[in-house]
Structures are given as structure tokens and as C-alpha cells.
């Protein structure tokens, strides 16, 4: 039972081949094999999962189930489910119960889908390889003893191992992205803004996107469809109107491709990787399409403009977990200050603590100038340059990571080389544009391999109208 | 050695009574049990986003307008990080480099005093604090976050203030235009006005001296006492060579004296930063000129129209001025009744005295101003005497709000005898019965007027106007010398 898209699932339910019953039992079987290994799931609502499946059977035997009956989603461990934990992969939130359901998962389950479980996940999403988790790493389904990626690492393997249908992840410089690749699935992360935040436990929230993955470009257009749209509860999410992705055709136009040579030549890109790249911008060229090389003058500038804004933003975004009201407190204390120094010392994990410490340093007074406003300064930068590119292309491709998955523990000892591992990913966070990662193949090690195709913002049509067109030859 | 000058500059708080918090639909309510307006986002739950309030910032627009000063049409807000039990999310939403307002400027026209202009630094809105209640000898703290997101505006002056005495009408001003507008109650004992004061002292022509900020002064009071108390301890330091250092030091009213937190407390780095996750909210021309339309007439105009369409004099307008519902409880009055000055005499009188007796405000009072308006209608056609009316007539209305004032003076029997003949009868009667005083009067002692007013009154019991009894007396005396 694998469903390439939700679409096929329907048609099944609505021919009453199969009931949601079985499909929640066949993803809970699949989560049983995989999950002990892999360590994908964090918790799994077993008993309500298949408690919904019969009262959604039921509604469908009437007419009254929702447009996304018999579908099973897992989300990352940073949304909101009210009435379930919500621990962020972290000892900071381990029995941390929410009053609230996030608004793109509400708005999943107003269409009758179901959610299976909370998903492992990097520590607050600080992380590219999924090991800053403090319950334990996961592993990539492809090659268990490779990571799958990082921070969504958790609902990458969900998809890749069809634990669930779909997940929902947060990308804030690649978090979706970078594990679709290294899994072999789709990863969308939409332009900023588009999908709301409320209920998406926040990282940096000028960077911050809920994000899809999934095994097929269907399934991302109609879960898009369905969560994005301005919400009262979140003032910075877009009141654009939301296309019907899932009812638009596919154009076949020729496209304007643009493509940086830096990239493409970078240090550390794989040579299986670039390999497929250049197979790849071949066949996109005989099937009509322009490709063009442009420069990218900003590329050193992404990684430390990325860093020094998510850090800042991030260290007065989890100052709230303190110890005072709710999730961890240390209890060898002797004052108040001993109270948030010892909490916040052995609740966070060493890269979430980094963070925090390179946020707060990077707005220091005397420091702030140098740092912060810098890298303000040179993001809009970025943005512009980004923006002119993407008024003359249709697209800006790159492969979505330099390498296929490492191997677990080979870029634990320098946090440095790990942030490398988001460089291709980071210049459509900066910018706030959509991009998404595409599976392309595998390398000799049957590992996957991404390509990233970004475009301007709210053109998610285009990008999809493009990735359904495109056959790998 | 010289005098020193003094210099200061407050930094006001305003609570404003919006029906709910800046950024959540938790409601903002004085005085409920701790901890029980506290929803998922004033708790600071992950996840949680603030949401803005409109509310919010026609009032911070209104109070920008009303002070006369620039109103930012691109508002943005800030992140204020530091680590406190009664600030939940680790930062206060705050604006720090684009305020609401710039500019701005408070007008003091007293009559006691000369008349003085305090130019306003910047007006800002930002959410309030929870409050930490210290316990004690205990171990522990007790947090109430029920205050914890209540919206407030800041108004910050220029260091141009000179003395306790200026500082202290700054207030009352300040006050008295925030209830006018109707955006808080401007109550410093229950913290709903606060008002923090930097003080400094220098030499004549000198550069500013060390600043001392001096918090915790919760009537304006304490605010001056708090003042003048701090002048003299500069003052001493400085005649005593001393150095005065830069610092932040709480009044304590019990003994009237300042003393200094401790320095960690003030020695933070706010490390201030846009707040992303609220975008700048552009105020559209539309939108500014409804709220500048919206605007109720100010003390200032309030106070103008009373003396020149009322002929009221400054004194009486300026009582009147005080409080925007009393003036609009004389202008409905007066819409009524032409008698102006008589208006004022009652409010300021009899209503004001049984508003203070019974704690309420005119907006309680159950005498309608069509009332008080017959009332001050029947006195002046002589229906009923001045006394009867302010007594018995006031009284016996504002406690059966459904009985009309004729009615009521008819209950009451206090028509007053318009029948001149018979009241010249009585006085006639009593001089006859009184031979010997009415020759002690026409041998100048004119005192035994009293005694026979007296005599005819208890007669009439008191249905007559005494004033016009007064004058026929001495009419009647003066024939009959």
C-alpha cells in the first residue's frame, strides 16, 4: 500500500477500495518497522489516530468528510497540538503540555486529516543533521548509518519510509529542504509569510516558514492550498490571495533559467553531485528551456548574514524558556539568577546554547553596529540582487546540497563545517522567496541527490507548473 | 557658591482602558484575582505571536494629536531584552527608535502659577509588566502576570522642567487630558498613571549634571516631595564637594527619603532590536484624520467657550474645565436653561458637594440636566425659593429620578406665596405686636430686622422667598417711621 499522491488515495476511499481505518494502520505498521531504528517519531497518537479513522470512515460513508480524509500527516515537534506535548526536541520543553493548535495544523484538521504523531526533530530547529536532538539522532531511512538532515530530519524519514503521507516541517535556512534531499523527497519552503507562524514554536522569526514534504508535487500543491493564507493571529502572515495550486494546469513553457557558476564550481561539492547537475541542466536545455550563467557576487556573504540574524533573533525568542512558568527549572538553585543560569544551562543542548550566546553577543551594545545592523543592512542586499535576478529568470536552479548525506558524527566536532552544509539553501531564507527541493536520483551509493529550484515571491504556481513538468532523463 | 540650578525630566506611564491586552484578547482589568487574565500568549507559550491592537494605537495616535505632536505614520516596534519573573517572554514589545509620536508639548495655564511650556521628547506605546509581590522573610516571590501585556504609553519630556511645583502641574495636566480623551483613568494610586523622575542639579550655564532617575512615587504628592527631597541631597553632595553618580533610586514614602537600587538592576544592556514579529503598521491618511476627527474638545477650547459663549469667569471655567464630564454636564444643562452663571453656582455647589458625599461621578448622578435645569428654572421664576430648592426640591429628585421637578415641589408643598397682599398683612400683624422693636429700629438698631424675619417665616413656614420678605420688611419699617 505506497500512494504516490493523496489524490490516489481518494480515489480509493471514494471507490471504497480501502477505508482510512487501514491506511492509519498500515502507516502505525510502517512506524513500527522503521521507527525503533530510525527514530523518526517522538510520540505516536496511536489510540486517537485510529479513533479518527472511524469517525472519518463514518463521514465519508455520509459525504461529509473534508478534502483531506485518509490523510495521514506527522508534523515536527515544534507545532502546537493543543492538549499534546510539544517538546522541540529539547529537555528545555520535555513535559511541556500546549493550550493551542498551530494554524496550519488546524487548518489540516478542519479538512479531516489525521495527525499521527510529533516528529524528531534538532533541538528548537538549531541544527543540519538531526543529531542536536536531546532524544536521541535520527537516521536516514536510505542508509541508516548516514543522517537524513536536519532540522525536519524526523519528518523526512517520516515521508521517505511512509511512517506518513506528508509532514509538516519548518524551514528557516534549509530545515525542510536539505533533509528532502538527503532523503529522496519533496521539501517546499513557500515565500515568507505565506503560510502562518501561530502555533510554529518560533527559531528566527523573520526566517521562519512552515514547510512541506512530501512524496509528489500534487500533495504539496493541495497541503499549500489548504494551510496558507493570512491568519488574525499572526500579523506578519501575507493576505495575499491563495492560488488553487492543486487545480492549475501544467504549463509547458519554455522557462529562463538562471544558475551561479560559483555555486556549481563551489569548494566541497561532490563530484556525483555535480555530475548530475550538469546531466540535469543538459536535459532542462533539450527539453527548450534557456539556461543561463549569472554571478552571485553575495555567496560568502550568506552563511555569516544568515548566522548573525537567526542567532539574534533566536536568543530573545527562547528567552521565555526561563524555568519561571513552565518546562525545565534546575532545582539546585540558590537565587533567581542562579534559577535561570542553571535552567537554561541544562535545559538547552550544546548548539541551541551557541546560538543564544552568538545572538546576544552579535546585539550587545558596542557590538550591534558591526554585527547586526551589518548584516541587516547586507541581507536587503542580497534580497534586492536576488529579487533583479529573478525579474529577468523564471528560476534560479542549484543542486539543494553540495554533498549526499554524511555520515553520522562526521561534522559533529566543528559546528562550522556543519552551517556549510546550509549554503545553498540559506540565499531563499535571506530573501524570503519560495524554493524547493526536487529528488533527482541517487549517487553510486544509492544516496539521494536535490535540486533546488528557487523563484520569485508568491510564484509557488510557477514552481510547481515547473516541477511537475520535469522528467529526469 | 552659587545656586544650583535644577533640571528634570519624567518619564509618564499611561495604562490605557482598552477592553483587552495590547496583543492578546486577554482582558485588561484592574484588581481580579492574580493570575487569572492570562492567556496562552500573556504566558508566553511557544508558539504564541502578538497580535495588535488597533485600540492601541488610536489612543496613542489621539494623545499624540491632542499634545500637538508629529504622529509616525510608519510604526514599528522593539524588542527591550532582559530577564525578569514578571516579563514572560524575556523581552517587553516596546518602541524604541520609531515612537508614535515625536515632539509634543504640555500646556500649563494656572492661575496660581506663571504660565510655562514642557516640550515632549517622544510618546511611545509598549506592553506593561506583570507585577513581583515580595514576600517577607520568604524564600520564594510571587509573580501576578494579570497586569503582564496591559497597554501603555510612555510620554518622555525634555529636561526643562525646574521644580517639584512644575512637575507636579505637568501631571495634573497630563491627567486631566488623558480622561478627557477617555484613553485611561489616570489613577496614580492604583498604577494606572506612574511617573518616574530624572533629576539633576548644575551650576548656572553649566553642562547637565549626573542624572538620578527616581522611581516609585504613586500620588504626585509623593512625586514632588519625592523632588524636593532629591534637589536637597544633590544640593548637600555637591556643597560638600561629593560626586553624584548616575544612578536609579526608589522613594520611600514612609520616611520621605531616596535610596539607591542596586547597580546590576541598571546596568542592563537591552540589547534592543526590531520586533519581527510584528509588521510596520502603516497609519493611512484616512485613517489619521478619523482619529483626529474623533477627538473630543480639549481643556484648553473647553475652557475658552465656557468664558466667552458663557460669560463664565476664569475661575468658574477653569473649575468647570477641570473634568470633561462635568463640563459636558454644564454645556447639556445649559442647552436647556439660559441662566449661565446660576448653572455653574448649582454644579459647583450642591451637585459637586453630593458627588463628593457619595463618592460617584456625574456620570452616576441620577439628576438629569433637563432637571437641574427646571430646577434653576423655578427658582429664578420665583416657583420656589433658592434654599427650598438646593435642600429639599435637589434632594427629593435625585431620589425619585422618575418625578418631575413641579411635581416634586408640589409634593413637597414648597410653592412659594406670590400673594403680596397677604404677606404684607402678616408683616403688618407681627410690627403691630412689636411696638417697642420697631422703635428700636428706627433708633438705628437695625439688627431686629432678624428677629421679625424670623417671626413672619416661622409663619409662612417657609414657603416664601426670604429675599423679597427682607425687602418688604424694611419698606413696610420705612413708612411707618
Same mark, same amino acid.
Given at each position: 500500500?505506497?500512494? *504516490?499522491?493523496?489524490?490516489?488515495?481518494?480515489?480509493?476511499?471514494?471507490?471504497?477500495?480501502?477505508?482510512?481505518?487501514?491506511?492509519?494502520?498500515?502507516?502505525?505498521?510502517?512506524?513500527?518497522?522503521?521507527?525503533?531504528?530510525?527514530? !523518526?517519531?517522538?510520540?505516536?497518537?496511536?489510540?486517537?489516530?485510529?479513533?479518527?479513522?472511524?469517525?472519518?470512515?463514518?463521514?465519508?460513508?455520509?459525504?461529509? !468528510?473534508?478534502?483531506?480524509?485518509?490523510?495521514?500527516?506527522?508534523?515536527?515537534?515544534?507545532?502546537?497540538?493543543?492538549?499534546?506535548?510539544?517538546?522541540?526536541?529539547?529537555?528545555?520543553?520535555?513535559?511541556?503540555?500546549?493550550?493551542?493548535? !498551530?494554524?496550519?495544523?488546524?487548518?489540516?484538521?478542519?479538512?479531516?486529516?489525521?495527525?499521527?504523531?510529533?516528529?524528531?526533530?534538532?533541538?528548537?530547529?538549531?541544527?543540519?543533521?538531526?543529531?542536536?536532538?536531546?532524544?536521541?539522532?535520527?537516521?536516514?531511512?536510505?542508509?541508516?548509518?548516514?543522517?537524513?538532515?536536519?532540522?525536519?530530519?524526523?519528518?523526512?524519514?517520516?515521508?521517505?519510509?511512509?511512517?506518513?503521507?506528508?509532514?509538516?516541517?519548518?524551514?528557516?535556512?534549509?530545515?525542510?529542504?536539505?533533509?528532502?534531499?538527503?532523503?529522496?523527497?519533496?521539501?517546499?519552503?513557500?515565500?515568507?509569510?505565506?503560510?502562518?507562524?501561530?502555533?510554529?514554536?518560533?527559531?528566527?522569526?523573520?526566517?521562519?516558514?512552515?514547510?512541506?514534504?512530501?512524496?509528489?508535487?500534487?500533495?504539496?500543491?493541495?497541503?499549500?492550498?489548504?494551510?496558507?493564507?493570512?491568519?488574525?493571529?499572526?500579523?506578519?502572515?501575507?493576505?495575499?490571495?491563495?492560488?488553487?495550486?492543486?487545480?492549475?494546469?501544467?504549463?509547458?513553457?519554455?522557462?529562463?533559467?538562471?544558475?551561479?557558476?560559483?555555486?556549481?564550481?563551489?569548494?566541497?561539492?561532490?563530484?556525483?553531485?555535480?555530475?548530475?547537475?550538469?546531466?540535469?541542466?543538459?536535459?532542462?536545455?533539450?527539453?527548450?528551456?534557456?539556461?543561463?550563467?549569472?554571478?552571485?557576487? /553575495?555567496?560568502?556573504?550568506?552563511?555569516?548574514?544568515?548566522?548573525?540574524?537567526?542567532? !539574534?533573533?533566536?536568543?530573545?525568542?527562547?528567552?521565555?524558556?526561563?524555568?519561571?512558568?513552565?518546562?525545565?527549572?534546575?532545582?539546585?538553585?540558590?537565587?533567581?539568577?542562579?534559577?535561570?543560569? *542553571?535552567?537554561?544551562?541544562?535545559?538547552?543542548?550544546?548548539?541551541?546554547?551557541?546560538?543564544?550566546?552568538?545572538?546576544? /553577543?552579535?546585539?550587545?551594545?558596542?557590538?550591534?553596529?558591526?554585527?547586526?545592523?551589518?548584516?541587516?543592512?547586507?541581507?536587503?542586499?542580497?534580497?534586492?540582487?536576488?529579487?533583479?535576478?529573478?525579474?529577468?529568470?523564471? /528560476?534560479?536552479?542549484?543542486?539543494?546540497?553540495?554533498?549526499?548525506?554524511?555520515?553520522?558524527?562526521?561534522?559533529?566536532?566543528?559546528?562550522?563545517?556543519?552551517?556549510?552544509?546550509?549554503?545553498?539553501?540559506?540565499?531563499?531564507?535571506?530573501?524570503?522567496?519560495?524554493?524547493?527541493?526536487?529528488?533527482?536520483?541517487?549517487?553510486?551509493?544509492?544516496?539521494?541527490?536535490?535540486?533546488?529550484?528557487?523563484?520569485?515571491?508568491?510564484?509557488?504556481? *510557477?514552481?510547481?507548473?515547473?516541477? *511537475?513538468?520535469?522528467?529526469?532523463? | 557658591?552659587?545656586?544650583?540650578?535644577?533640571?528634570?525630566?519624567?518619564?509618564?506611564?499611561?495604562?490605557?482602558?482598552?477592553?483587552?491586552?495590547?496583543?492578546?484578547?486577554?482582558?485588561? #482589568?484592574?484588581?481580579?484575582?492574580?493570575?487569572?487574565?492570562?492567556?496562552?500568549?500573556?504566558?508566553?507559550?511557544?508558539?504564541?505571536?502578538?497580535?495588535?491592537?488597533?485600540?492601541?494605537? #488610536?489612543?496613542?495616535?489621539?494623545?499624540?494629536?491632542?499634545?500637538?505632536?508629529?504622529?509616525?505614520?510608519?510604526?514599528?516596534?522593539?524588542?527591550?531584552?532582559?530577564?525578569?519573573?514578571?516579563?514572560?517572554?524575556?523581552?517587553?514589545?516596546?518602541?524604541?527608535?520609531?515612537?508614535?509620536?515625536?515632539?509634543?508639548?504640555?500646556?500649563?495655564?494656572?492661575?496660581?502659577?506663571?504660565?510655562?511650556?514642557?516640550?515632549?521628547?517622544?510618546?511611545?506605546?509598549?506592553?506593561?509588566?506583570?507585577?513581583?509581590?515580595?514576600?517577607?522573610?520568604?524564600?520564594?516571590?510571587?509573580?501576578?502576570?494579570?497586569?503582564?501585556?496591559?497597554?501603555?504609553?510612555?510620554?518622555?519630556?525634555?529636561?526643562?522642567?525646574?521644580?517639584?511645583?512644575?512637575?507636579?502641574?505637568?501631571?495634573?495636566?497630563?491627567?486631566?487630558?488623558?480622561?478627557?480623551?477617555?484613553?485611561?483613568?489616570?489613577?496614580?494610586? %492604583?498604577?494606572?498613571?506612574?511617573? =518616574?523622575?530624572?533629576?539633576?542639579?548644575?551650576?548656572?550655564?553649566?553642562?547637565?549634571?549626573?542624572?538620578?532617575?527616581?522611581?516609585?512615587?504613586?500620588?504626585?504628592?509623593?512625586?514632588?516631595?519625592?523632588?524636593?527631597?532629591?534637589?536637597?541631597?544633590?544640593?548637600?553632595?555637591?556643597?560638600?564637594?561629593?560626586?553624584?553618580?548616575?544612578?536609579?533610586?526608589?522613594?520611600?514614602?514612609?520616611?520621605?527619603?531616596?535610596?539607591?537600587?542596586?547597580?546590576?538592576?541598571?546596568?542592563?544592556?537591552?540589547?534592543?532590536?526590531?520586533?519581527?514579529?510584528?509588521?510596520?503598521?502603516?497609519?493611512?491618511?484616512?485613517?489619521?484624520?478619523?482619529?483626529?476627527?474623533?477627538?473630543?474638545?480639549?481643556?484648553?477650547?473647553?475652557?475658552?467657550?465656557?468664558?466667552?459663549?458663557?460669560?463664565?469667569?476664569?475661575?468658574?471655567?477653569?473649575?468647570?474645565?477641570?473634568?470633561?464630564?462635568?463640563?459636558?454636564?454644564?454645556?447639556?444643562?445649559?442647552?436647556?436653561?439660559?441662566?449661565?452663571?446660576?448653572?455653574?453656582?448649582?454644579?459647583?455647589?450642591?451637585?459637586?458637594?453630593?458627588?463628593?458625599?457619595?463618592?460617584?461621578?456625574? =456620570?452616576?448622578?441620577?439628576?438629569?440636566?433637563?432637571?437641574?435645569?427646571?430646577?434653576?428654572?423655578?427658582?429664578?421664576?420665583?416657583?420656589?425659593?433658592?434654599?427650598?430648592?438646593?435642600?429639599?426640591?435637589?434632594?427629593?429628585?435625585?431620589?425619585?429620578?422618575?418625578?418631575?421637578?413641579?411635581?416634586?415641589?408640589?409634593?413637597?408643598?414648597?410653592?412659594?406665596?406670590?400673594?403680596?397682599?397677604?404677606? %404684607?398683612?402678616?408683616?403688618?400683624?407681627?410690627?403691630?405686636?412689636?411696638?417697642?422693636?420697631?422703635?428700636?429700629?428706627?433708633?438705628?438698631?437695625?439688627?431686629?430686622?432678624?428677629?421679625?424675619?424670623?417671626?413672619?417665616?416661622?409663619?409662612?413656614?417657609?414657603?416664601?422667598?426670604?429675599?423679597?420678605?427682607?425687602?418688604?420688611?424694611?419698606?413696610?419699617?420705612?413708612?411707618?417711621?
Amino acid at each position: 500500500m505506497f500512494y *504516490k499522491s493523496y489524490q490516489q488515495i481518494r480515489a480509493d476511499l471514494d471507490e471504497q477500495r480501502i477505508t482510512v481505518a487501514q491506511i492509519v494502520n498500515h502507516h502505525l505498521e510502517k512506524i513500527e518497522e522503521h521507527n525503533p531504528n530510525l527514530n !523518526a517519531f517522538l510520540e505516536v497518537f496511536k489510540e486517537e489516530a485510529i479513533i479518527k479513522a472511524a469517525q472519518i470512515d463514518l463521514k465519508l460513508k455520509q459525504g461529509t !468528510a473534508g478534502r483531506l480524509a485518509g490523510l495521514v500527516v506527522g508534523i515536527k515537534d515544534l507545532f502546537c497540538l493543543k492538549d499534546h506535548l510539544v517538546s522541540c526536541s529539547s529537555k528545555m520543553l520535555e513535559d511541556f503540555e500546549s493550550q493551542i493548535t !498551530a494554524t496550519p495544523i488546524q487548518r489540516l484538521l478542519d479538512e479531516d486529516a489525521i495527525v499521527i504523531g510529533r516528529q524528531n526533530c534538532d533541538e528548537f530547529a538549531m541544527g543540519s543533521s538531526n543529531e542536536n536532538s536531546a532524544f536521541g539522532l535520527v537516521k536516514n531511512g536510505a542508509n541508516p548509518s548516514r543522517v537524513p538532515g536536519g532540522s525536519s530530519g524526523g519528518s523526512a524519514v517520516g515521508v521517505q519510509t511512509d511512517m506518513c503521507q506528508i509532514s509538516l516541517g519548518s524551514d528557516t535556512g534549509g530545515s525542510v529542504r536539505q533533509p528532502a534531499a538527503f532523503c529522496g523527497v519533496f521539501g517546499l519552503k513557500p515565500t515568507y509569510s505565506r503560510i502562518s507562524r501561530y502555533g510554529l514554536t518560533a527559531y528566527s522569526s523573520s526566517f521562519d516558514c512552515v514547510g512541506i514534504l512530501s512524496k509528489s508535487i500534487a500533495d504539496t500543491e493541495l497541503i499549500l492550498e489548504i494551510i496558507a493564507g493570512s491568519d488574525e493571529r499572526d500579523t506578519t502572515s501575507s493576505r495575499k490571495k491563495v492560488p488553487q495550486f492543486s487545480q492549475s494546469p501544467i504549463k509547458s513553457s519554455s522557462y529562463k533559467i538562471a544558475y551561479f557558476d560559483e555555486i556549481n564550481e563551489a569548494e566541497g561539492i561532490a563530484t556525483s553531485v555535480s555530475q548530475m547537475m550538469n546531466q540535469t541542466m543538459s536535459s532542462l536545455k533539450t527539453s527548450g528551456h534557456l539556461l543561463e550563467k549569472v554571478s552571485f557576487p /553575495f555567496l560568502e556573504y550568506l552563511l555569516p548574514t544568515y548566522y548573525i540574524l537567526t542567532s !539574534a533573533e533566536a536568543s530573545a525568542n527562547l528567552a521565555r524558556f526561563d524555568g519561571v512558568r513552565y518546562g525545565f527549572r534546575d532545582l539546585e538553585i540558590s537565587n533567581l539568577e542562579s534559577m535561570y543560569k *542553571k535552567s537554561r544551562t541544562h535545559g538547552f543542548g550544546p548548539e541551541v546554547l551557541r546560538r543564544i550566546l552568538l545572538g546576544t /553577543f552579535v546585539l550587545s551594545s558596542g557590538y550591534q553596529d558591526a554585527f547586526y545592523t551589518k548584516a541587516q543592512k547586507v541581507r536587503r542586499l542580497i534580497k534586492d540582487y536576488t529579487e533583479k535576478i529573478l525579474e529577468e529568470y523564471d /528560476f534560479i536552479i542549484s543542486p539543494t546540497t553540495a554533498t549526499t548525506a554524511f555520515e553520522i558524527n562526521s561534522k559533529t566536532i566543528d559546528p562550522v563545517e556543519m552551517y556549510l552544509s546550509d549554503l545553498f539553501t540559506v540565499q531563499a531564507s535571506v530573501a524570503g522567496i519560495p524554493a524547493i527541493s526536487i529528488p533527482l536520483g541517487e549517487d553510486q551509493n544509492a544516496m539521494p541527490i536535490g535540486l533546488q529550484v528557487m523563484t520569485a515571491s508568491f510564484e509557488e504556481e *510557477k514552481l510547481f507548473s515547473f516541477a *511537475k513538468s520535469f522528467k529526469i532523463t | 557658591m552659587a545656586t544650583l540650578e535644577t533640571v528634570i525630566g519624567l518619564e509618564v506611564h499611561v495604562q490605557l482602558n482598552t477592553k483587552s491586552k495590547i496583543f492578546s484578547y486577554d482582558h485588561n #482589568d484592574f484588581g481580579n484575582h492574580p493570575n487569572s487574565d492570562v492567556g496562552a500568549i500573556t504566558l508566553a507559550h511557544p508558539g504564541t505571536l502578538p497580535m495588535i491592537s488597533k485600540e492601541v494605537i #488610536d489612543m496613542g495616535m489621539k494623545l499624540g494629536i491632542a499634545l500637538e505632536g508629529t504622529i509616525n505614520r510608519n510604526l514599528i516596534f522593539d524588542r527591550k531584552n532582559y530577564f525578569y519573573p514578571d516579563l514572560p517572554k524575556g523581552y517587553q514589545i516596546t518602541q524604541d527608535a520609531t515612537p508614535i509620536c515625536k515632539g509634543g508639548i504640555v500646556k500649563i495655564r494656572s492661575d496660581d502659577f506663571p504660565h510655562f511650556d514642557i516640550e515632549l521628547t517622544k510618546i511611545h506605546l509598549e506592553e506593561d509588566a506583570g507585577k513581583s509581590i515580595h514576600v517577607q522573610n520568604a524564600d520564594f516571590t510571587n509573580v501576578d502576570l494579570n497586569r503582564s501585556g496591559v497597554p501603555l504609553v510612555e510620554i518622555v519630556t525634555e529636561p526643562v522642567i525646574t521644580s517639584s511645583e512644575q512637575a507636579g502641574l505637568c501631571l495634573i495636566e497630563l491627567r486631566k487630558l488623558v480622561r478627557y480623551l477617555g484613553i485611561s483613568d489616570g489613577n496614580m494610586e %492604583q498604577g494606572s498613571l506612574r511617573c =518616574d523622575a530624572n533629576i539633576s542639579v548644575r551650576l548656572p550655564g553649566a553642562p547637565l549634571g549626573s542624572k538620578v532617575e527616581v522611581k516609585n512615587m504613586n500620588s504626585i504628592k509623593n512625586v514632588r516631595k519625592a523632588i524636593d527631597h532629591e534637589i536637597e541631597r544633590q544640593t548637600k553632595m555637591t556643597a560638600a564637594g561629593q560626586t553624584i553618580i548616575s544612578e536609579t533610586r526608589t522613594y520611600n514614602p514612609e520616611n520621605n527619603t531616596t535610596s539607591g537600587m542596586r547597580t546590576k538592576e541598571i546596568m542592563n544592556d537591552y540589547r534592543y532590536f526590531p520586533e519581527p514579529d510584528i509588521s510596520p503598521i502603516v497609519i493611512s491618511d484616512e485613517w489619521y484624520e478619523g482619529v483626529k476627527n474623533s477627538l473630543p474638545a480639549l481643556p484648553a477650547q473647553v475652557k475658552k467657550t465656557l468664558i466667552e459663549d458663557h460669560g463664565l469667569s476664569n475661575y468658574d471655567a477653569n473649575l468647570l474645565s477641570d473634568d470633561r464630564s462635568i463640563a459636558a454636564y454644564f454645556f447639556k444643562t445649559a442647552s436647556f436653561c439660559k441662566h449661565d452663571k446660576a448653572i455653574s453656582n448649582w454644579i459647583m455647589g450642591p451637585v459637586k458637594s453630593y458627588l463628593n458625599e457619595n463618592e460617584i461621578g456625574i =456620570d452616576a448622578l441620577s439628576l438629569t440636566p433637563q432637571k437641574l435645569a427646571d430646577l434653576i428654572h423655578a427658582v429664578q421664576q420665583k416657583e420656589i425659593s433658592h434654599s427650598d430648592a438646593t435642600q429639599q426640591a435637589f434632594k427629593y429628585v435625585l431620589h425619585h429620578p422618575q418625578v418631575e421637578v413641579a411635581a416634586a415641589i408640589a409634593t413637597l408643598g414648597l410653592a412659594q406665596v406670590d400673594d403680596f397682599d397677604e404677606m %404684607q398683612q402678616l408683616i403688618d400683624d407681627v410690627l403691630e405686636d412689636h411696638q417697642a422693636k420697631v422703635k428700636e429700629y428706627h433708633n438705628g438698631k437695625k439688627g431686629v430686622i432678624g428677629m421679625f424675619m424670623g417671626l413672619i417665616m416661622k409663619k409662612a413656614v417657609g414657603r416664601i422667598d426670604p429675599q423679597k420678605v427682607n425687602e418688604m420688611i424694611k419698606g413696610t419699617l420705612d413708612k411707618i417711621k
